[in-house]
């Protein structure tokens, strides 16, 4: 039978987000024996122990709605942060989050600035509310924050930056941040996304929340999915203006972040060592990738990231095609914006040797 209802006429321009296939179902279908995953952007140590020790203890309070303003969890974020609670709002996901402020915040026909690659939930949500993605190219895979200031208009709502940016893993450096912040008119949201914030250990980085006393203006967004460990329950937050929480406090389901997150949540931010043991494997596969890759010939961007854009000089879909037939899953970045690259995922350092061993196997000739 023929649909005869129609959805909004934006939607006509909007593609759902593509999933992939799960990894047995790829396993199955190649007749591969075993499939390392390096493709997606989650802890590949998993959580915290602790988080999975304690949460059975939750599980007796089931029946409860959860609770909507999620005391405990911003209790203890803003101890551990240093920030006051009132500054903090939970969301199902940093995805959540920037659902949340465009729908708050933007009107239709108002423009949001953001970077031609970047985390694409923006460009989507900016367009379901009838806003206008305006896009700023990379420069050398990094931001670049004097065109983005370049192309303030009256227009103007918000701009977002990605720092270190999915899918490059670059940051901008301290200092141009910093500049960028002091220069964007105050009426103006900074979506300052740092999902990726524990991992970026360069001096270069900027530590945000102090700047958050002078620029009522900028909101960060950070994540229990990347370090944490946390995908699967949902569970991010972001730290601004007291003003912006009680306005995305009106725009929110209201039991949007369930129980079970809301406590996996605090047991992780107890875990500190878990963190810490986390982000020692991961520069010590990023160094062990940084070297073997500049050994073999192939360059990357400079990442402060769990992943990693490698440029491999050929077709990217090609090269992920060709190393999935080895074993080794990666993202090709061809959809990403990079046509003769690939986004790998640090991971243990059996599996970034097994990488390394499998890019030696290609034909890089062809
Ligand atoms: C830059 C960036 N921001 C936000 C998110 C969303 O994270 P969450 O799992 O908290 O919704 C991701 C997820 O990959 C991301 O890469």
């Given amino acids: 039978m023929a649909v005869k209802v129609k959805s909004r006429d934006i939607l006509q321009h909007i593609a759902a987000y593509p999933l992939g296939k799960s990894l ?28 999975k020790e304690q949460l059975m203890q939750k599980l007796d309070h089931l029946f409860n709605y959860p609770d909507g303003s999620a005391r405990c969890l911003s209790e203890k974020l803003g101890s551990f942060l240093g920030v006051g609670q009132s500054q903090l709002f939970i969301g199902n996901g940093s995805d959540e989050i ?15 600035i953001m970077a031609e690659i970047t985390f694409p939930r923006y460009k989507t949500n900016v367009t379901i509310e009838g806003g206008k993605p305006v896009i700023v190219p990379l420069k050398n895979g990094v931001h670049d924050l004097d065109a983005m200031l370049a192309h303030i208009t009256e227009q103007t709502k918000m701009i977002f930056v990605c720092n270190p940016n999915n899918p490059t893993g670059t940051i901008v450096e301290k200092e141009s941040l910093q500049g ?19 991992y970026a250990t360069s001096n270069e980085y900027l530590q945000s929340i102090p700047l958050l006393t002078e620029h009522s203006n900028l909101v960060i967004l950070r994540t229990f999915s990347k370090v944490y460990g946390l995908a699967g ?21 209201v039991f949007n972040v369930n129980q079970l997150a809301q406590a996996a949540a605090v047991i992780a931010i107890e875990d ?4 810490k043991q986390c982000i020692f494997h991961n520069e010590e596969g990023r160094s062990y990738l940084e070297k073997e890759l500049a050994t073999l010939g192939y360059s990357f961007f400079p990442t402060q990231a769990n992943f990693m854009m490698v440029h491999t000089g ?31 995922t640090i991971s243990s350092m059996e599996d970034n040797r097994n990488f390394i061993e499998a890019l030696k196997n290609l034909d890089m000739s062809r």
């Avoid at 920037?98 to 949001?112: M, P, Q, T, V």
């Avoid at 912040?181 to 524990?198: F, M, Q, S």
Wanted: proline share 3%; glycine share 8%.
């Fill in 180 to 198: 960028f912040i002091e220069k964007v008119p105050d009426h103006i949201l900074i979506i300052l996304d740092e999902a990726y914030y524990e």
């Fill in 233 to 253: 329950l949902r569970i991010g937050y972001g730290i601004m203006d007291s003003f912006i929480t009680s306005e995305l406090t009106k725009v929110k389901e």
């Fill in 314 to 344: 050929r077709d990217g879909n090609e090269v992920a095609q060709e190393l999935l037939m080895q074993g080794i899953m990666v993202k090709s970045a061809v959809g990403l914006g990079y046509k003769e690259s690939i986004r790998v």
């Fill in 98 to 112: 920037i659902r949340l402020l465009l729908r708050a915040f933007l009107n239709s026909g108002e423009e949001a």
């Fill in 272 to 275: 500190q060592e878990f963190r």
């Fill in 24 to 51: 047995e179902e790829i396993q199955l279908e190649l007749g591969i024996p075993t499939l390392r995953n390096m493709s997606e952007i989650e802890n590949i140590f998993g959580c915290s122990p602790k988080v």
